[in-house]
């Protein structure tokens, strides 16, 4: 079966540092990978989305970077972290039927970012 | 660009009262469009989805029915229970390629009363 894990849980970190929070998928191969951020009372906002090794596409021009060294790995980074950037953020994975996708999303249980 | 427009919560109701959620979007092509739902405490997950015009999803009692002339996609339920409380989610993937992105809206947290 599929699972799908992202770490660490909680992170606390001070304005201008670095952050890199990680996602990797077991159980699948080639599958679209995503972050979202989940922000009180906004949704969910679309960051990156990987469609294969290497691709990332961005949504919001930002402080942050995303990359996808391996076939189940998504990682999100920033060089220096902003007030900003304090939130709730969210790794998905998309399962795939053939060329199409499906739509359907497996979250992961999340991370929970406070820059002080 | 595309995106979702879903109603503002919360929304409060009494047990076994009917539920409607809307939603409208907007998107170039043809969308596929979902409801995700999160309970208090768990993740996100998958409630119902609808892949083209007139196609109803349903589950768990709840029904959304791709509206093309409209633009919308309207969460119902006919008889809601405690157990519904949830954030709902509406949402649409921007074609049924594989490099297509999937868009949320901001969510409405649904409260039924006993």
């Known amino acids: 079966s599929q699972t799908i894990h992202q770490w660490p849980a909680t992170l606390v970190q001070p304005v201008g540092s670095p952050l890199s929070l990680e996602c990797t998928v077991e159980?699948?191969?080639?599958?679209?990978l995503y972050w979202y951020r989940q922000a009180a009372g906004r949704g969910l906002q679309l960051l990156f989305y990987?469609?294969?090794?290497?691709?990332i596409s961005s949504e919001v021009p930002q402080n942050l970077s995303a990359s996808r060294p391996q076939d189940r790995q998504f990682i999100l980074s920033s060089k220096k972290l902003l007030l900003s950037d304090s939130g709730f953020y969210l790794c998905a994975w998309s399962r795939l039927a053939g060329l199409a996708n499906t739509g359907e999303l497996f979250f992961g249980e999340g991370s929970r970012l406070t820059v002080l | 660009g595309d995106s979702v427009t879903q109603m503002e919560g919360p929304v409060t109701l009494s047990e076994e009262a009917f539920l409607t959620i809307n939603c409208t979007y907007t998107?170039?092509?043809?969308?596929?469009l979902f409801w995700y739902v999160q309970y208090p405490g768990e993740g996100l997950q998958l409630l119902l989805k609808?892949?083209?015009?007139?196609d109803k999803g349903s589950n768990k009692g709840f029904e959304a029915t791709y509206r093309k002339e409209t633009t919308s996609f309207h969460l119902e339920k006919g008889s809601v229970q405690v157990s519904d409380s949830a954030v709902y989610f509406c949402a649409l993937s921007s074609s049924y390629s594989s490099a297509s992105k999937i868009i949320f809206g901001s969510g409405t947290r649904l409260s039924i009363r006993p």
């Open positions: 609808a892949t083209k015009a007139d």
């Open positions: 990987s469609v294969g090794i290497g691709q």
């Open positions: 998107a170039t092509g043809y969308p596929s």
């Open positions: 159980g699948t191969s080639n599958p679209n």
